[in-house]
């Protein structure tokens, strides 16, 4: 089993910043990939930036050159930079991480909350 815990979700105005983590512990030597997924009321979970344990990146067309992923790997943790938020970005941030022959691991989420 693998446990990840997320942090840093807020309420910012328009065109703020905020930087989330999550730290998994547990069983991780397997996991290779983590990254972020968020929900906003009444849509879809959805991608938003992913990370290997070697640093290849993938991200939403949506966060393009306003959000940064990066991961600590001495550290366990994942963090997710977001710049120029817009009232859009509200969701629910969920904490993903799996690897080879692993099922999907997801934290218990942190709101990120944009006001314009």
């Known amino acids: 089993q693998v446990q990840l815990v997320e942090s840093g979700g807020d309420l910012v105005q328009a065109g703020g910043s905020l930087r989330l983590s999550c730290s998994a512990s547990?069983?991780?030597?397997?996991?290779?990939?983590m990254g972020w997924y968020r929900q906003a009321p009444g849509k879809q979970r959805d991608l938003v930036a992913t990370?290997?344990?070697?640093?290849?990146?993938v991200y939403a067309d949506s966060v393009k050159g306003r959000f940064t992923i990066s991961r600590d790997n001495a550290k366990n943790t994942v963090y997710l930079q977001m710049n120029s938020l817009k009232p859009e970005d509200t969701a629910v941030y969920y904490c993903?991480?799996?690897?080879?022959?692993?099922?999907?691991?997801w934290g218990q989420g942190t709101q990120v909350t944009v006001s314009s």
């Open positions: 990370i290997t344990n070697s640093g290849s990146t």
């Open positions: 993903n991480a799996y690897g080879t022959w692993t099922p999907d691991y």
């Open positions: 547990g069983s991780i030597s397997r996991i290779h990939t």
